[in-house]
Each structure stands twice: as C-alpha cells, then as structure tokens.
C-alpha cells in the first residue's frame, strides 16, 4: 500500500529514505512513528519494525501527529 502511494504521488524512494533517516518522528501511537521533512515536505508513517505505512506530501495530517 505505502509503496503504491509512494509511486502514485511521485514521491522517490531516496525521499522517503531521507525523511526516515533524517528525522527521529514522533509517536503517533499503536506503534506508529511519524516523520517529517519540511525540507522535502514530505510525511512518512512507518510501523513495527520499521515497515512503511503511508506516505505522503505536506505535514502531518490531523491524527498523525
């Protein structure tokens, strides 16, 4: 799922790999971590293990943060 909305909003791999390394996240809950790059503005949701959830442009929505 994560990988498809990564395609779909042209968002690079090496993007979201940045987002993760870069930015420490923030407990969003249910074991969820939320990063985000302002740079790139770009929000990364990853889960257990590091596993991505979503992907997307712009800050954190409302309920990720």
Do not use: L, M
Request: hydrophobic content about 25%; cysteine-free; aromatic content about 2%.
């Amino acid at each position: 799922h994560a990988a498809d909305q990564q395609e779909d909003r042209n968002i690079p791999g090496s993007v979201v790999d940045q987002t993760i390394n870069e930015n420490p996240g923030v407990p969003a809950g249910e074991g969820k971590t939320v990063h985000y790059d302002s740079n790139n503005d770009v929000t990364v949701v990853t889960g257990n293990a590091g596993a991505i959830v979503s992907v997307h442009r712009g800050p954190p929505r409302k309920g990720q943060q």
